[in-house]
């Protein structure tokens, strides 16, 4: 098999595409609840009988028609928040097992090395997400800086080149962070990423600090919902967090919160109900010298859909002022669905607005609005392949509009100043090339659902910035000059491309001097925008960004043309660990193969702190040959690559396409590095290896159809000739379409009076999974003593994450008979979802949103695995190549290592015939579920001390419309 260049890698090839490119190089039992059990019995009995009657939420579903009830009525002790913080403050009292972990490269993030590497996008240096930012106003350097990331707060002083952590903040997403501008010692940190758009982590309230965020502090009265989306904070010293719950304030520092109670209901009378999304805020500014005006945008993405009651989602999603101080009962709807307002971009739909982000003038005159079209983002999606020529959802985009605020009489006339088209003209970015021309229909604001900030210039209130998946500085016509520009679109730059024009044809065909990575762009996928004043007479600007790959920052210089910004004059900030890998294994050479949210694939060689770029796209699934640490695959955008050089070049593993972003359906035999397994909508088989070619992969089993779709492959595992997969029906609506208990299930070839053999069909078949919950299954494991029990590791990936499908819902399952009934061994382990699990030496451990977790094989007594990780998500699990140490991905703070075993554990020899195990653990005896035996602890023992449209090559990262 040729090795093909992994810029020209594509699940769904595009003909004409890569020469387009290539001439273009400049291109343009015990649960933990938090009240009584009345409230979710009363909404049971108002709102139907069925516990599992379900619905599909954005991202993937889950949750019960009594519990969204319940939700959209408020009570505190069913909030979302409330759940995530008793299952935090369960995983933090567990007892632990094992001892320290190490992280791998603590830092720094990853990088592009062309000489280690095939990874190229011409990109800096850089790290994690970066949800949010806010600056100390004392700082007029614009050096002193707040970073929420993916995984807690992050503060410099000196403009990026050192990071400390934000003391007492839980190692979660930061979805808003704010400072008091009149009292700077006051910082608010809201928790929680709620963009929507897969991947998201759950919220633990809002933290405060009283100490210029040194330290942080959870008040007692906090305010509710999943995730944070702003934080913003009145010259009086009043504090508001907008979340995907509603609205909250604070006027005594933090003290305490009430919710507003936005009027989000059809006739903007009171807050919506019937839906747990109805008073999703997208945003919240208060206009500059008049503190006690307050504006407050309500922007659920997927818009007006209905539920399966038929109520609408988001009947409210609108504009909202209050006149004083955002007071409960102040609040009125300024409505925007007018020929006036919202609703004139002329590629709209007929639900245009969604998720919205607001930003005034420094003078208070003027406001911005950047506003998402919800009924793109819901009803047009064609899914996460490819979308052929001629087809809508071009844009998520609506448009960019401005308005003159004025008095209590004021009526809001808005101005459209923009769209998708106008942004694609705009000098400077890649967009263009990228979408060949708009053949693939890809334009700016493709992602404005999880994309999209607006800031003006504090300096020149003419010039505007936002954020899509590149930055944009206008140029003309904001509207603050003349009447005549008023009415004009905005003329934009690009100052932050997607990639580097060299990306486009490689190294090679790149002019000679052309830097690899030095200033050519940052990354992809903008969500914070922080431009600031700077220098003794304020005179200066520094605007800092924040996105998929960290925090940059670029002061304004002279340019040729008046935007003051370029592509060319970024300074990274990327100098902590903050990414968020989806799955990591570890070779037998001591090297780290991680895929990465939406950074590729990096390698760390052995003694490295630093990543290097090897595969692009949004890295997921990953695999490494035992004994041969230079053969490791990586997995991205569906498709699946390997190297038999370390990295330094890839080609295509001829493997059918798989769901992207959804790292589990990929696994390799321990005992068989030639034996792989994936699927899709079938699950396919191949037993050799790195030379495998497209013909060399068995389809074994095809997934069951349902409706007219077919199920998608949600985990696999194989050892020796047994294989087992999970698939669940997977749509990308929001909360739409009910679910049915049809929705997941198993497959295996593990069947009594038949005797499998890897990369055959024989034996395959869908086991019945008597007892399973109603639950999808995120993970499974095999356990290699005995083949006929499987580990399956289950969630529910909803934003909404009311209960995790109820108060004491299974979470982790075992089957001892090959999938035909399971039981629930979830114990003492905290709620929430479990992404992945794996057996080891006799025990099983389990990663979930709070942590690893421990216990022996069989047993429901569980314990946390380890000290000196923090308490946060993790999302996978491996076993390291030398068989001693379990390798952890965290959602937001690198890849974590620490030993499981003293020496090589040695497998279990895979047995020949799988039709005639008997008994429980196949005819022999139970295997030993006493402690970690070569260590010396037992079990439980407290030890002191957690791109795009299939375009692999050009690294498109796109967002997984039907996958949390």
Known sequence: MSATPRRFLAVTTVAGLAALLATTP????????????????????????????????????????????????????VDPAAFNLAAWRAAQSLGTVGGAWKQVGPKAGYLEDPNRGEGFDGRMPGTGIVLSMASDPRDTTGKTVFAGTGGGLWKTTNGGTTWTYGAGIPAVPIGGVGVDPSNPNYVYAGTGQAFQGGGEGGGLGVFVSKDGGKTF?????????????????????????????????????????????????????????????????????????????????????????????????????????????????????????????????????????????????????????????????SAKTVGDQAIPAGVGHDTSLNGIYRTDVGGLESNLVWVFKGNSKTLLIAPGGSQPVLSAANALGYNPGIQAWYNGWIAVNPVDPTQIFLGEEEVYASV??????????????????VIDRYLSPCALTGPQVCPPGTPYYSGTSTHPDQHAGLPLATGANHDGVRLWVGNDGGFFHQDAHSTTDDAGFDNDSWTTGG?????????????????????????????????????????????????????????????????????????????????????????????????????????????????????????????????PTQNGGQAATSATDTYGNAAYESFAFFDSSSVKASESATDRGLATNVKAGCDAKAASSACWHAAKLKGMPVRQIQALAINPANVKQVYLATGIASVVRYDFGGVTAPRILLSSDAGETVKDVSGNLPRGNYWDVKVFNKRVYVAGDFGVFSAPVGSSRWSRFGTGMPVTRVFGLSVSGDRTEIVASTYGLGVWTLKASSKPVTLPKPPVKTGNLGGSYGGGKPPNTGGLATTGLGAGTPVLALGLLGLAALTWRRRRLSQG
């Open 26 to 77: 400049g291109g343009a039992a015990q649960h933990y609840w938090t009240g009584d059990d009345a409230a979710i019995a009363r909404a049971k009995a108002a709102n139907g009988p069925s516990i599992d009657s379900a619905f599909r939420l954005e991202g993937s579903p889950r949750t019960s028609r009594a519990a969204m009830a319940a939700l959209a009525n408020d009570p505190p002790h």
């Open 217 to 377: 502090t959870r008040p007692v009265s906090n305010v509710r919902g999943n995730g944070a989306q702003e934080v913003t904070v009145s010259s009086a010293g009043v504090a508001f967090v907008a979340t995907s719950g509603g609205l909250f304030r604070s006027t005594d520092h933090g003290v305490h919160w009430e919710d507003v109670r936005l009027p989000t209901n059809a006739a903007g009378t009171a807050p919506a109900t019937g839906t747990p999304v109805g008073s999703w805020t997208s945003d919240v500014k208060v206009r500059p010298g008049h503190p006690n005006e307050v504006y407050a945008a309500v922007g659920y993405v997927a818009g007006q859909i209905k539920t399966p009651d038929g109520v609408n989602a988001a009947p409210g999603n609108n504009l909202y002022r209050s006149f004083q101080s955002g007071k409960p009962g102040s609040w009125v709807r300024a409505d925007v669905k007018s020929p006036t307002g919202w609703e004139q971009s002329p590629d709209m739909s007929t639900d245009p607005i969604g998720r919205t982000k607001l930003a005034f003038s420094p003078d208070g005159v003027t406001l911005w609005a950047l506003v998402a079209d919800a009924g793109n983002r």
């Open 476 to 493: 003309a016509n904001t509207g603050a000059s003349t009447p005549a520009e008023a009415v004009k679109p905005l003329v934009f730059k």
């Open 575 to 703: 100098h902590v660990n903050t990414l968020l890998p989806y799955r990591a294994v570890k070779g037998s050479d001591g090297s780290v193969i991680a895929g990465l949210q939406d950074n590729g694939t990096v390698k760390y060689y052995p003694g490295d702190g630093v990543g290097v770029e090897i595969c692009g796209g949004d890295g997921s699934g990953v695999a490494i040959a035992r004994d041969r640490p230079n053969v490791f695959y990586c997995q991205a955008n569906g498709s699946l690559s390997v190297t038999t050089d370390g990295g330094k070049t890839t080609s295509d593993a001829g493997a059918p396409a798989a769901p992207a972003f959804a790292p589990a359906v990929f696994s390799m035999d321990p005992t068989n590095d030639d034996e792989l397994i994936i699927g899709d909508t079938s699950v396919y088989q191949t037993v050799k290896g790195a030379a495998s070619g497209s013909s060399d992969w068995v389809t074994v089993f095809a997934n």
